[in-house]
């Protein structure tokens, strides 16, 4: 058999396998949601280590839990300061770099000239464009349309705006952040804030249930602290990915596949919601809020792609989250020259994007390809969460973005729109060592010599990493991250 013969036989294994897992499963739960009496004890995913039984699982688990959820922890409470090495942490104050910030102002200043620069040539160029729209539509029908009552007119002006949105989608560069505006503080803020490497990063990623949204299944979150990062060549990040056990059952499958099982930082932590919550809001109420002077040196943000929803899914379940400063633009409370109030900070790596290239193809994803970032299995909540810290480090580093020519943002424009060209014409790319390593799997046949019929080996879906592991509270699941 010849290698495409061989390929195309492992493709329609992978996808007969995919599709039956995720089908049957995803009908199974549908029903389940919409009242039929069926029990969901028994998980088609990978095996969950320690997992003590549970008599009823599933949407009407969920639910019955969240309406009698509390929040024990509240907005002060944490027991992270029980562990040595991160109660130490309160005692290391941010130490200012005047050579780096230096450079950094350095590099702000030139980035609003050329901001200023590229937005009158980008101006110019597009009304030049427009303007031969216009010729062209008075050539054609001897006028612009303009907006009437009359159903040919509107009909004329429908086509016309649709012209003009034609090229102006296909303006190379559209610059949305004129120095000036709030984009572009909001971009300059970001740069500083990160660069400078005085913020406390918390990055958070939810997935739901795509029948319905109000359940939370997984809750991804990644933290890079610079506190930890003084003296550190390779940074140190802590990724958690947190299961819901009443939702462990629920798959996706009809919008975005369901890697739940596929967490490749660590192992997957499956919690009751209650202990969810009170894992996520000791981490909180650690990182995001300040004990100690040396505290009150530090910036603290929340960092997402499109985090507003995370924002709003993580206050659904009763997780308390302080107030933000979405624009970057709140001054910190000063009582006697003393910092009562510091405001945490809202970073959207979304938001960046669309403020520098547009907002077309702006899904995480093709943010990570556009920037050279390998990355797998998203739509997992736990590698979602630190794939959108790295990006969102690099979207502030000042040397990244000159290195990587972030800025020149007619070169970025037309590289966003090979991409586009490329995804449209090219087929969808399945890895060869999924494909082969199903092949391998499930043609395993008796040798010659074996006693009696090999048995095939089972097939387990998820990453060779460390799985997923029961546990009956947070305090327990964090001591275990730590090992």
């Not at 990062?229 to 059952?249: D, F, G, K, M, W």
């Not at 009696?452 to 509270?473: A, C, I, Y």
Request: hydrophobic fraction near 35%.
């Amino acid at each position: 058999m010849n290698f495409f013969a061989t390929y195309m036989k492992a493709y329609e294994a992978v996808s007969k396998m995919v599709t039956h897992r995720f089908n049957s499963k995803a009908v199974r739960n549908y029903h389940h949601s919409q009242g039929f009496n069926r029990s969901l004890t028994t998980h088609n995913a990978a095996k969950v280590r320690g997992m003590i039984p549970i008599k009823r699982e599933g949407v009407g688990s969920y639910k019955s839990s969240s309406s009698n959820l509390t929040n024990k922890l509240g907005k002060q409470k944490t027991w992270i300061n029980e562990f040595e090495h991160f109660n130490s942490l309160h005692k290391i104050a941010y130490s200012s770099n005047n050579v780096l910030n230096e450079e950094i102002q350095k590099y702000l200043k030139v980035l609003k000239t050329n901001y200023h620069l590229i937005h009158e040539e980008s101006t110019k160029s597009l009304d030049e464009k427009l303007a031969v729209v216009n010729k062209e539509w008075i050539v054609k029908v001897g006028h612009v349309p303009e907006v009437s009552k009359d159903d040919n007119e509107k009909d004329l002006r429908r086509q016309y705006l649709a012209h003009v949105n034609d090229v102006k989608n296909d303006h190379v560069p559209m610059i949305n952040c004129q120095p000036g505006t709030s984009q572009f503080t909001y971009l300059c803020n970001t740069i500083d804030l990160l660069s400078s490497n005085k913020t406390i990063c918390f990055a958070i990623d939810v997935e739901a249930f795509e029948f319905d949204t109000d359940i939370v299944t997984e809750i991804g979150i990644s933290i890079y602290d610079p506190r930890e990062n003084v003296h550190s060549l390779t940074p140190i990040i802590r990724s958690y990915h947190l299961i819901v056990a009443e939702a462990l059952p629920l798959r996706n499958k009809r919008f975005v596949c369901d890697f739940k099982d596929c967490f490749l930082l660590g192992e997957s932590l499956v919690l009751p919601l209650e202990h969810c919550v009170e894992f996520i809001q000791s981490l909180i109420n650690f990182y995001m809020k300040y004990e100690t002077e040396q505290d009150s040196s530090w910036e603290r943000a929340f960092v997402g792609h499109s985090i507003a929803g995370d924002i709003r899914w993580l206050k659904k379940i009763g997780v308390h989250v302080p107030e933000l400063d979405g624009e970057l633009n709140k001054p910190d409370d000063i009582v006697e020259g003393k910092c009562v109030k510091k405001h945490i900070k809202m970073l959207d790596t979304e938001k960046i994007y669309s403020i520098c290239y547009g907002k077309k193809g702006s899904s995480l994803g093709k943010l990570l390809r556009l920037f050279h970032m390998p990355h797998a299995f998203l739509h997992n909540a736990g590698n979602d969460a630190y794939y959108t810290l790295l990006l969102m480090l690099k979207l502030g580093d000042f040397n990244f973005r000159k290195q990587i020519g972030a800025d020149d943002l007619e070169s970025m424009g037309y590289r966003i729109r090979e991409w586009f060209k490329r995804e449209k014409d090219e087929p969808k790319i399945l890895p060869m060592s999924y494909v082969l390593s199903v092949t391998n799997a499930n043609n395993t046949k008796p040798k010659a010599n074996d006693k009696g019929r090999k048995k095939p080996k089972d097939l387990v879906p998820q990453t060779e990493f460390s799985g997923s592991q029961w546990f009956q509270n947070a305090r327990a699941a964090f001591k275990s991250t730590l090992v």
